[in-house]
DNA sequence: CAAGTGACAATAA
DNA sequence: TTTATTGCCACTT
């Protein structure tokens, strides 16, 4: 509702994207953008990236469910690697085109126009 | 206290 | 169609 929409507000832009990261259910995945828009704010993909980052929630953050545009993984962000996220992703559920390539069209978050 | 930097995406030409 | 530029918040030093 527009209380608690105005209460995330307060706490920041980071805090959207923390709050709609951590919406993001096991065996998926979603993009910069995709959570940029989600939080309200389509131009600013690349803080989204920033805050996760940042990441001053861990365990709580899923980092690795998120990814470019593309669905690719960017090798020297990960926090173990790219292949450490892989890993992970591919437990999860989440489909892989290439060894860096996330399949958006089967695994991508949100599935529906919620 | 102030300034710079930083995991991208969208738009314009 | 592809390439280049812009946008902008919070955190670190």
């Known amino acids: 509702m527009a209380a608690q929409d105005k209460q995330a507000q307060r706490e920041?832009?980071?805090?959207r994207?923390?709050?709609?990261?951590?919406?993001?259910?096991?065996?998926m995945v979603a993009t910069y953008?995709?959570?940029a828009k989600l939080v309200g704010e389509?131009?600013?993909?690349?803080f989204v990236g920033f805050a996760l980052h940042g990441n001053p929630e861990p365990g709580v953050i899923p980092c690795h469910r998120v990814v470019f545009a593309d669905g690719r993984i960017c090798e020297g962000f990960?926090?173990?690697?790219?292949?450490?996220?892989?890993?992970?992703l591919e437990d999860e559920g989440v489909a892989f085109l290439d060894?860096?390539?996330?399949?958006?069209?089967?695994?991508?978050?949100?599935?529906?126009?919620e």
């Not at 994207?17 to 065996?27: E, K």
């Open 33 to 35: 953008g995709q959570v």
């Open 17 to 27: 994207v923390y709050d709609v990261v951590r919406q993001i259910p096991c065996g």
């Open 42 to 46: 389509p131009r600013k993909a690349r």
């Open 12 to 15: 920041g832009f980071f805090a």
């Open 99 to 113: 060894d860096t390539h996330v399949d958006l069209e089967a695994s991508r978050w949100p599935a529906g126009v």
């Open 78 to 88: 990960a926090f173990g690697g790219a292949d450490v996220q892989r890993r992970l």
